[in-house]
Nanobody
């Protein structure tokens, strides 16, 4: 069982930056692939970024590639999402998730945080 708690969301102007954090409970954090997803009002939850258990291999959605960076610190049981050059269309609730597979699919992740709101003003 893994519990995930996101933090770091907020209101930012277009072009600004935010760093989201996701703290995980338990001693098995390093055994999970970690992902970030987001959900805007009236839209389905969509993949943003993922990172392998060990070694740091990452993958991004085309919409955030070059602007967002996912990283993890297994010693601190924490995964991060650095978001730069933010756009109004990045406005959404951001969720971190843990799962066994290196996948972009929502259904591949077993554990989810409660989400943190990111709002980008124009």
């Amino acid at each position: 069982q893994v519990q995930l708690v996101e933090s770091g969301g907020g209101l930012v102007q277009a072009g600004g930056s935010l760093r989201l954090s996701c703290a995980a409970s338990g001693r098995t954090f390093s055994t999970y692939v970690m992902g970030w997803f987001r959900q805007a009002p009236g839209k389905e939850r969509e993949f943003v970024a993922r990172i392998r258990r060990i070694g740091g291999s990452t993958y991004y959605a085309d919409s955030v590639k070059g602007r967002f960076t996912i990283s993890r610190d297994n010693a601190k049981n924490t995964v991060y999402l650095q978001m730069n050059s933010l756009k109004p269309e990045d406005t959404a609730v951001y969720y971190c998730a843990a799962g066994p597979s290196y996948s972009s699919e929502v259904m591949s992740y077993d554990y989810w945080g409660q989400g943190t709101q990111v709002t980008v003003s124009s």
